[in-house]
């Protein structure tokens, strides 16, 4: 019976009720949580839903500020990309007169600005080749290309030969007759260029590319008998090859010409008026 009712004494000796605990006589509160009310449930949940749509406008519009942006810069790139190769041209008609002036001041001497000439001419002749290049491979053939890019191309050759005559290192022959050659298939080619474009031939080709290395060896400001001997060689080829490919070019426009008197437009040589441009830009290599 004793051991009963010290089991009973020791129950009631914590007793919960409403928030207040009875222990051993102490009373102490215990913290409830407050109930919630449906009408507060609601307004956190709309405040919740306010929070996520502001942050799916504000992801929206920095979404549409970054593809303006990227199409702006993809489209200012497109842009820049094309006008390379009309800035290569550019580039190359200015380095004519320094290279000109260059030589015209070493009278010959072979002092430290014939090296500078030297090498804009390579550099002017390494454009020439790219800025064709780039043009076909971007698409990026203006018109500004297509008429002065084989303008650059002859001043540079032109000029060079012009001021190494002057000097009194090479004879005027070679100037008279490549630039006669030049201004008449350049005019002839822009008699006819409204119905068909001509291509360069891979003789106009080789032209090119022997004048340059004629012109190089020939520039050159080394005490090398040999290296004068074998560009001046080179040179009288390029003549010839000028001569033999002017006087093919000659017929092919006369051709295209008498064709197109009052008759539709006629390929030659697999170009028509039609194609791109790109196929030669203006030209190069005639």
Not at 101 to 120: F, K, N, Y
Request: aromatic fraction near 8%.
């Amino acid at each position: 019976m004793t051991a009963e009712l010290r089991t009973t004494s020791d129950a009631l000796s914590t007793v919960t009720a409403g928030g207040v605990t009875v222990d051993d006589g102490v009373v102490s509160a215990v913290p409830s949580t407050p109930a919630t009310s449906p009408r507060a449930t609601a307004a956190g949940i709309h405040h919740e839903a306010r929070l996520r749509w502001r942050g799916d406008v504000v992801e929206a519009m920095r979404s549409l500020f970054l593809y303006i942006v990227s199409a702006n810069a993809a489209q200012y790139a497109g842009a820049v990309l094309r006008d390379v190769p009309n800035l290569l041209t550019v580039l190359r008609l200015f380095a004519v007169p320094v290279m000109v002036l260059c030589l015209v001041w070493d009278d010959g001497h072979e002092t430290s600005l014939r090296w500078i000439a030297c090498a804009v001419f390579v550099g002017a002749a390494v454009t020439d080749w790219l800025d064709g290049f780039l043009a076909r491979r971007w698409g990026a053939v203006s018109a500004f290309g297509k008429l002065a890019d084989p303008l650059a191309d002859k001043a540079l050759v032109l000029g060079a030969l012009a001021t190494l005559a002057y000097n009194g290192e090479v004879p005027w022959w070679p100037l008279i007759v490549i630039a006669v050659r030049e201004v008449a298939v350049t005019l002839g080619r822009l008699a006819v260029a409204k119905d068909v474009v001509i291509a360069a031939s891979l003789g106009g080709k080789a032209k090119t590319a022997l004048q340059v290395l004629a012109l190089f060896m020939l520039m050159l400001p080394v005490d090398s008998a040999w290296v004068d001997t074998v560009g001046w060689w080179v040179l009288v080829a390029s003549v010839a090859v000028a001569v033999v490919t002017g006087v093919d070019y000659a017929w092919r426009i006369w051709r295209v010409a008498r064709a197109h008197a009052g008759q539709a437009t006629t390929p030659v040589d697999g170009t028509r008026d039609d194609e791109p441009a790109s196929a030669e830009r203006g030209g190069n290599g005639a």
